[in-house]
């Protein structure tokens, strides 16, 4: 018998099947979605910059969450006009170059811990059940006031990096996002103009979807599609929310 990392092994087995080596390098570069989602977001905001202030304004106006509201010349917006997409858009549209600064150094912080962790899909998964939720926080908190940015559903991927932490018997403290976590929400209700609602929202969906994928679910539905399922309907939940009370 050969020693391994947990316990030990024939030496059949540690030919046919050896020990393989991560390094960290290979890790942050697994994590394909967490760079797709940066990159487009950046590519919509490098799009309106270089259209000029008239049409970036006009893409927040167009993509960005409100429940209702009318322009000058009398149309009405909003997701109670029927524009829905809005839940989604809004989640990559950025005020200024700081806005989108902060939100992808911290969606990338993040994408480098949970992709790995949850795979490619389920952390897609997690991310836009996040940003719905978030969008259902805004709908629900402020719905008459225009928002823009990813910050929804980055809450979300702290939320879910909690449950992934819980998971595993790790207190978030201990690791220091959960200090990370309260200074934020310092930071969100205590400026003005940061949106209470998606901040709380995103982090609260984040946190279920992730405590959804990595606890409960294997526990009790044991079956791999009916966990992410759950996940769909919590989102799906999140954005038919949103619809109504806007």
Same mark, same amino acid.
């Given at each position: 018998?050969?020693? !391994?990392?947990? $316990?030990? #092994?024939?030496?059949?087995?540690?030919?046919? #099947?050896?020990?393989? /080596?991560?390094?960290?390098?290979?890790?942050?570069?697994?994590?394909?979605?967490?760079?797709?989602?940066?990159?487009?977001?950046?590519?919509?905001?490098?799009?309106?910059?270089?259209?000029?202030?008239?049409?970036?304004?006009?893409?927040?106006?167009?993509?960005?969450?409100?429940?209702?509201?009318?322009?000058?010349?009398?149309?009405?917006?909003?997701?109670?006009?029927?524009?829905? %997409?809005?839940?989604?858009?809004? *989640?990559?549209?950025?005020?200024?170059?700081?806005?989108?600064?902060?939100? +992808? %150094? /911290?969606?990338?912080?993040?994408?480098?811990?949970?992709?790995?962790?949850?795979?490619?899909?389920?952390? @897609?998964?997690?991310?836009?059940?996040? +940003?719905?939720?978030?969008?259902?926080?805004?709908?629900?908190?402020?719905?008459?006031?225009?928002?823009? $940015? !990813?910050?929804?559903?980055?809450? @979300?991927?702290? @939320?879910?990096? /909690?449950?992934?932490?819980?998971?595993?018997?790790?207190?978030?403290?201990?690791?220091?996002?959960?200090?990370?976590?309260?200074?934020?929400? /310092?930071?969100?209700?205590?400026?003005?103009?940061?949106?209470?609602?998606?901040?709380?929202? @995103?982090?609260? *969906?984040?946190?279920?979807? *992730? %405590?959804?994928?990595?606890?409960? $679910?294997?526990?009790?539905?044991?079956?791999?599609?009916?966990?992410?399922?759950?996940?769909?309907?919590?989102?799906?939940?999140?954005?038919?929310? *949103?619809?109504?009370?806007?």
């Amino acid at each position: 018998m050969q020693q !391994a990392s947990v $316990g030990f #092994h024939c030496p059949e087995c540690t030919k046919s #099947h050896p020990q393989k /080596v991560v390094r960290p390098g290979q890790v942050t570069s697994r994590a394909v979605v967490t760079q797709a989602l940066i990159a487009l977001n950046v590519a919509v905001f490098v799009a309106g910059i270089g259209s000029g202030l008239e049409t970036r304004s006009a893409m927040t106006i167009d993509g960005g969450l409100i429940g209702l509201g009318q322009l000058s010349n009398g149309d009405v917006i909003g997701v109670g006009a029927g524009e829905w %997409w809005r839940l989604i858009t809004s *989640g990559f549209l950025h005020a200024n170059l700081i806005h989108i600064g902060f939100n +992808m %150094w /911290v969606l990338y912080q993040l994408g480098r811990l949970l992709e790995p962790a949850l795979g490619r899909f389920r952390f @897609g998964l997690v991310y836009l059940v996040a +940003m719905l939720c978030g969008g259902f926080g805004v709908l629900l908190v402020s719905p008459s006031g225009l928002t823009v $940015g !990813a910050s929804g559903a980055v809450f @979300g991927l702290m @939320g879910a990096a /909690v449950a992934v932490f819980r998971s595993r018997g790790i207190n978030a403290f201990d690791t220091g996002l959960g200090g990370v976590i309260v200074l934020n929400l /310092v930071f969100t209700f205590a400026i003005p103009g940061i949106s209470i609602g998606g901040h709380v929202g @995103g982090l609260i *969906g984040g946190f279920i979807a *992730g %405590w959804m994928l990595t606890d409960v $679910g294997p526990r009790y539905l044991r079956d791999p599609n009916l966990v992410v399922g759950a996940v769909v309907a919590l989102g799906a939940a999140a954005l038919a929310g *949103g619809i109504l009370i806007a």
